[in-house]
């Protein structure tokens, strides 16, 4: 009897990638999880770290979170989630250009953002008094994989949500993780753009000519670009994922200008001491009453400081606005109103 299939069972998958290049990570070669698991009969030990992370609650959360604009009332504007799947689809092409482990650049990408505050990077502001040496995004992913949700990943992957900020030192340590360093300040630098020229931030013309001669317009082209920059950069080096120095160039002149005219502008931070007040003023209430924390999110080995940066944490954009008028009752001062 004739069949249309094949099965791919897990160690077909596994000698699969032993035809990857030299410096691509192996999931037969991978320094494990904290509590050694039978393995999967289909599924790669990426593979299955992929499906956990899309699975989890964190994960789900991102929907809701800010990007880069607070409280957008516009349908197409950038969210936490949608800034992931674009930075999980450029991780895959760099990859997969390079011969590299598509499905660990994937499982990368997609967990990379799950420890985000509420209100995006001026969440990480608002928390720093109550976090000894300041709290980060990249660090509380790595505690939600491992403790909140304990989704018992492979060293490798949470190795590179730990690290995928090019703030944290030491670098990650596959080539990757190298890949989602890049497809992440790709993915927002080029979405960012398009969401200010949106929201009236920028004109389409505004960009530094330099940018626009080298990677093109916001967008498709924009992307494209740099992924080509990357995919020759790499080739070129043979040892690391890097850019072509005059596209890195014109990245790191695309970048100033948009923490210049974008990121620190009234439009998308604006309202930021409206943000502020309300992650703080969380904080604080439920400091005072630690037993209101679920239990479900809780962790109890945990001092009362950290129970409440977890859960604080953890809340979407929509949720803590909800929770701290239920709490304050805020006046007209405390409300966050909609973009556009």
Known sequence: ???????????????????????????TASRGRVRPEPEDPLRTAYERDRDRILHAK????LKHKTQVFLHPDGDHFVTRLTHTLQVTQVARSLAAALGLNETLAEAIALGHDVGHSPFGH???????????????????????VEVLEDLNLTWEVRDGIRAHSWKIDPPPTTREAECVRYADRIGYLSHDALDAVRAGVLRPGDL?????????????????????????????????????????EAMHELRAFMFERVYGSEV????????????????????????????????????????V?????????????????RLFDADASLRMTPLL
Not at 14 to 22: F, K
Not at 133 to 139: K, N, P, S, V
Not at 309 to 325: E, I, K, N, Q, W
Request: no cysteine; net charge negative; proline share 6%.
């Open 208 to 248: 530094p000519a330099r940018a626009r001669a080298v990677f093109g317009e916001p967008g498709s082209q924009m992307v494209g670009a740099m992924i080509d920059a990357v995919v020759a950069g790499s080739l070129a080096d043979g040892g690391r994922v890097v850019m072509e120095p005059d596209a890195l």
């Open 122 to 144: 001026i969440g990480e502001d608002a928390l720093e008094p109550y976090v000894p040496g300041g709290w980060h995004h990249a660090a509380q992913g790595v505690r939600i």
């Open 309 to 325: 940066v977890d859960h604080v944490t953890g809340m979407t954009d929509r949720y803590a606005l909800t929770t701290h008028d």
């Open 58 to 61: 964190a994960f789900r959360r």
């Open 1 to 27: 009897m004739s069949t249309s299939f094949r099965l791919t069972d897990r160690a077909a998958r596994e000698q699969a990638e032993q035809s990857l290049a030299p410096g691509a990570a192996r999931s």
């Open 268 to 307: 998308a931070a604006g309202q930021k001491h409206v943000a502020v007040g309300v992650i703080r003023r969380l904080v604080e209430h439920y400091l005072e009453h630690p037993e209101q924390i679920p239990a479900s999110y809780r962790d109890p080995a945990a001092g009362t400081m950290t129970q």
